[in-house]
């Protein structure tokens, strides 16, 4: 597997079903966004309940909204795009939440997404165009994070399994994971080397949950069984606490599963248009993604993103059915399955399917993972070994990067920013501060070219 992308793969030259399918995606996103129904940012979707109650105003729900996105957008979104040529959640979605909550009218809310939409497929391919130009391209530089990403990406089950299960199960997870990786380069070399290792450590975690959880509830009927014996009460009853009827919790999430369910058209229209732009094979949903689907490589692009989508089914569904707002991209499955439908036509129908199933799904799904502790726990670790991981592997990267752009003086820039971004409290979200580093980098380095202060290595 190639280390750098090809300078071509960068196109950000998209065809005219392309755009369209763009722009009227984030036409709609914003729409959905307006009417509270849905949007990308999970920290975002917790606010959701007290605007839609109206103890929250437009403007301060606009104001979190910025707040948590526009380093994500800017720092994250916009360099992965022109780096690999393919959008990204980050870069079509977040915007457009701000957008549609911003918006003071129903109408204004889907012009305002399809104008971002625009600037996304006619001003990204010109800024593309641009750097490329530059004595110092970083675009071309910031294609080294293609290798650290998509291999420490691959650790990410053994990280959650170390955390919810102890070293030792993390270790012999560990070993097992770079024995596959090993194996499957030296057997299948047209692979992504990570696919194999990363369904078995995702599996093999969701196995522990489930046997765990399994064993807790063995052990609480039988305790339950003893102390009906002995003439009293499972504690759960004498606390009232299996009475949903006294739950206000579950008086929410029905309130708010039914809200969702009124609009499903609405939602089948979205995972229909979702599924459409990822089978156009010009987005992808993660970073890792990101940098598979500019290489061709949708097979290994679906698999990444499906085994990803577990760490994130338990908090989409216990954020929507707490707060009314769902996911635009809903449980995320439908980005591997467009990678891998034949037609955008199929891929439409397929995605309006999928949306449905989720939405009718919701309150079900809440009620299974009120029973699985260890499952939603296991979320949990996913959510944040996936952090960990890709946090190391941009921040790795983007160092390369700076080392090609300007040597030491690249590194100690980039780097520079990046510790000063650490210091000053991170007004850059980590995860986006290095790539935003090394454009800031790249930018300061022609400047000095100009200057006649610097030299641009070659090759």
């Given at each position: ?355 449905a199933l989720e939405v009718l799904a919701l309150s079900s799904i809440g009620k299974v993972l009120g029973k699985l502790p260890s499952v939603r726990d296991s979320s949990e670790h996913l959510r944040s070994a996936i952090g960990d991981a890709l ?33 000053m409290g991170r007004p850059v979200v980590r995860m986006a501060a290095a790539p935003a580093a090394v454009i800031v980098g790249g930018v300061l380095l022609n400047i000095l070219y100009w200057l006649d202060l610097f030299t641009p290595i070659k090759?």
């Amino acid at each position: 597997m190639n280390s750098v992308l090809a300078a071509s793969s960068t196109d950000l030259e998209l065809s005219l079903a392309q755009q369209l399918t763009v722009i009227a995606l984030c036409a709609l996103t914003a729409f959905i966004s307006h009417m509270a129904l849905a949007v990308f940012n999970d920290g975002v979707r917790p606010f959701m309940l007290d605007f839609i109650q109206g103890r929250s105003t437009r403007s301060a729900t606009t104001a979190v909204s910025f707040g948590l996105s526009a380093g994500f957008i800017f720092g994250l979104g916009a360099p992965m795009a022109l780096s690999t040529g393919v959008l990204n959640p980050w870069l079509v979605f977040l915007p457009t939440d701000i957008l549609g909550i911003l918006s003071p009218k129903k109408w204004i809310a889907p012009l305002l997404g399809g104008a971002w939409g625009a600037v996304v497929v006619f001003g990204l391919n010109g800024a593309n165009s641009i750097a490329h130009d530059l004595p110092v391209d970083f675009l071309t530089a910031l294609q080294q994070m293609s290798t650290p990403i998509l291999f420490l990406f691959t650790l990410f089950p053994v990280l959650a399994i170390t955390k919810q299960f102890g070293r030792l199960r993390g270790g012999i997870a560990a070993v097992v994971e770079l024995a596959l990786v090993v194996m499957t380069m030296k057997v299948w070399p047209d692979i992504f080397p990570g696919s194999i290792a990363m369904a078995v450590g995702v599996l093999t975690l969701i196995g522990f949950a489930v046997n765990k959880d399994l064993a807790q509830r063995k052990a609480d009927r039988a305790e339950a069984a003893k102390s009906a014996a002995a003439g009293g009460l499972p504690p759960e009853v004498k606390n009232g606490a299996g009475d949903d009827a006294e739950d206000p919790m579950a008086s929410l999430f029905g309130a708010s599963a039914l809200r969702l369910r009124r609009h499903l058209p609405l939602f089948m229209l979205l995972g229909a248009g979702v599924c459409v732009l990822a089978q156009s094979h010009v987005f992808g949903g993660g970073e890792a993604t990101s940098f598979l689907i500019a290489k061709g490589d949708y097979a290994e692009a679906a698999q990444v993103d499906f085994y990803r989508a577990f760490g994130f089914v338990p908090l989409i569904a216990t954020t929507a059915l707490a707060s009314g707002a769902y996911g635009i991209a809903g449980f995320t499955f439908v980005y591997p399955i467009g990678y891998l439908m034949p037609n955008p036509f199929i891929a439409a129908v397929v995605g309006a399917t999928v949306f449905a199933l989720e939405v009718l799904a919701l309150s079900s799904i809440g009620k299974v993972l009120g029973k699985l502790p260890s499952v939603r726990d296991s979320s949990e670790h996913l959510r944040s070994a996936i952090g960990d991981a890709l946090g190391l592997a941009i921040l790795f990267g983007s160092l390369m990067a700076a080392n090609v752009m300007g040597g030491g003086l690249g590194i100690l820039i980039v780097g520079g920013l990046y510790l000063l971004n650490e210091s000053m409290g991170r007004p850059v979200v980590r995860m986006a501060a290095a790539p935003a580093a090394v454009i800031v980098g790249g930018v300061l380095l022609n400047i000095l070219y100009w200057l006649d202060l610097f030299t641009p290595i070659k090759g």
